[in-house]
C-alpha cells in the first residue's frame, strides 16, 4: 500500500505543479494586465482548485486508508515546494524574477489556501 501512495502523491503533486506553470503565466500575462494582480490571483485560484480536485480524483489510488492518504497529501506537497523553488531559482538565475511585477501579501494569499487545499484533498477526494 506504500507504494501506491507514494505513487499517488509523486503523481499528485506533479499535476498540480503542471497546473500552476499553465495557468501562472496566463495570469501574468493576460489577466493581471486587463484585470489587476489581486483578481487575477483568485481567478487562478480558482481554477487551479478545480485542477487540484480532478488531479486528486485521478491519481488517487484504490483502497487507501488514513494513513496512505497523509503520504499522498506530504509528498503532494513536497514535490510542489521542491518545483517551486527549483523555478524561483531559475528565474533568479536567469533574470526572469526581475521582470515580473512584485506580488504583495494579498496576492500571494490565494496561493497559500490552495497549498492548504492541496494537502486536504486526498482525505477529501474520492476516485473519479
Do not use: C, D, K
Not at 503565466?25 to 485542477?51: S, Y
Amino acid at each position: 500500500m506504500t507504494g501506491r501512495a507514494v505513487g499517488a502523491g509523486l503523481g499528485f503533486g506533479g499535476l498540480a505543479f503542471l497546473a500552476g506553470a499553465l495557468l501562472g503565466p496566463l495570469r501574468e500575462w493576460v489577466l493581471a494586465p486587463r484585470l489587476g494582480g489581486l483578481a487575477a490571483a483568485w481567478i487562478e485560484a480558482a481554477a487551479m482548485a478545480l485542477l487540484l480536485l480532478l488531479a486528486a480524483r485521478a491519481t488517487l489510488a484504490e483502497g487507501l486508508g488514513p494513513s496512505g492518504r497523509a503520504v499522498v497529501a506530504a509528498l503532494a506537497l513536497a514535490v510542489v515546494l521542491a518545483a517551486e523553488a527549483a523555478l524561483a531559482w531559475l528565474f533568479a538565475a536567469t533574470g526572469l524574477a526581475g521582470q515580473r511585477a512584485p506580488r504583495g501579501a494579498a496576492e500571494q494569499a490565494p496561493g497559500l489556501l490552495l497549498l492548504g487545499w492541496l494537502v486536504l484533498l486526498p482525505f477529501l477526494a474520492r476516485r473519479g
